[in-house]
């Protein structure tokens, strides 16, 4: 087990706004941790730790940075006047259901406070952690909308290890979504990220839009791979050691952060297709964004 130090801080806000003109029904994140124990070697929030003075390598996966009074602030928040009790995403940088969360319960504690406000909100996470919460997302889909989003970029367990070293096994994941949606709570999933040559052929989109119907998903979203700043000097490294003969192609299609759009929009299509072919339908809460723009760290 990695050896993890938790830095314990006050926050002065806990929600924040997002401006992305093309996701216009997100504009409120919230994230209880910064850093995350997951590990992913893709995570697009690996350049935030850069912020702390911190590296985006370990440090992203090992200095976890906690917001103690995160709920109380939130509540404050969420008792202002102006406040519009528009829907906040929880997890945008970092996953809400980290271990560390079993320790400090932030994430909990946040839904708390969004039962009590009758305030929507949504979940991205990798844990199987959520169904700690269940009875409390259940309140919460009462009074408000309510989603859970599970990440899954494949059921490939062998690549799975290397792309998500500290994550729960994508069916563990599943199975938590089933307890979910059986319990009445809104689920879909993220296809994410699609990783070229490693989790982008047919077979791979497949077996996880089978698994995302078969295991209580309303919706599947999608992105392909973005290699930002801070990211890209942690992930090409990893190709190297792991999938050598990579290499050459990421080099080509990676000059930039984001792969060539003639390929984003073909994997896309695939995605479309299989999403009709096994009835399912897009987020409609987190659409695709463009170049440029900010991406969620699934
Ligand atoms: S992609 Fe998500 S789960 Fe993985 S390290 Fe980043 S924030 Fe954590």
Same mark, same amino acid.
């Given at each position: ?45 690996? !350049?935030?730790?850069?912020? &702390?003075?911190?590296?985006? !390598? ?39 259901? %980290? %271990?560390?969360? &079993?320790?400090? !319960? +932030? ?47 494949? +059921?490939?367990?062998? /690549? ?7 994550? $729960?096994?994508? /069916? %563990? ?9 059986? $319990? ?54 990893? +190709? ?12 080509? #299609? ?12 073909? /994997? ?11 009835? #399912? ?9 463009? $170049? !440029? %723009?900010?991406? +969620?760290?699934?």
């Amino acid at each position: 087990m990695p050896q993890v130090t938790f830095e314990e801080i006050e926050c002065k806000s806990a929600l924040n706004r997002v401006r992305v003109p093309s996701m216009p029904s997100m504009r409120w994140s919230l994230n209880p941790y910064r850093g995350c124990q997951h590990a992913c070697v893709y995570c697009f929030a690996r !350049g935030n730790h850069e912020f &702390l003075g911190y590296n985006t !390598g370990k440090d992203f996966d090992q200095r976890i940075v906690v917001k103690t009074n995160l709920a109380s602030v939130l509540r404050r928040e969420l008792s202002r006047p102006r406040w519009r009790r528009e829907s906040v995403t929880i997890g945008t940088a970092c996953d809400p259901y %980290q %271990q560390a969360e &079993l320790k400090y !319960g +932030l994430t909990r504690a946040s839904l708390q406070a969004f039962r009590d406000h009758a305030n929507p909100c949504s979940i991205i996470t990798k844990s199987p952690n959520v169904t700690r919460d269940l009875s409390l997302l259940q309140e919460l889909s009462g009074v408000a909308e309510c989603t859970v989003l599970f990440s899954i970029a494949t +059921l490939r367990e062998e /690549v799975w290890q290397h792309i998500e070293p500290e994550t $729960a096994r994508p /069916v %563990q994941r599943l199975e938590a979504m089933a307890k979910l949606s059986e $319990a009445g709570v809104r689920c879909g999933v993220m296809l994410a990220p699609i990783i070229p040559s490693l989790t982008d052929d047919r077979e791979n989109l497949e077996s996880v839009m089978k698994a995302a119907r078969d295991y209580g998903a309303s919706f599947v979203g999608d992105n392909v791979l973005y290699l930002q700043r801070g990211t890209k000097e942690w992930f090409m490294p990893f +190709l190297r050691e792991t999938y050598p003969h990579l290499l050459p192609r990421y080099e080509r #299609m990676y000059r930039g952060a984001y792969a060539p759009k003639r390929y984003s929009e073909e /994997v896309h299509e695939t995605v479309q297709e299989l999403r009709e072919r096994w009835g #399912m339908t897009p987020d409609r809460q987190e659409p695709k964004p463009a $170049a !440029g %723009q900010l991406q +969620l760290a699934v």
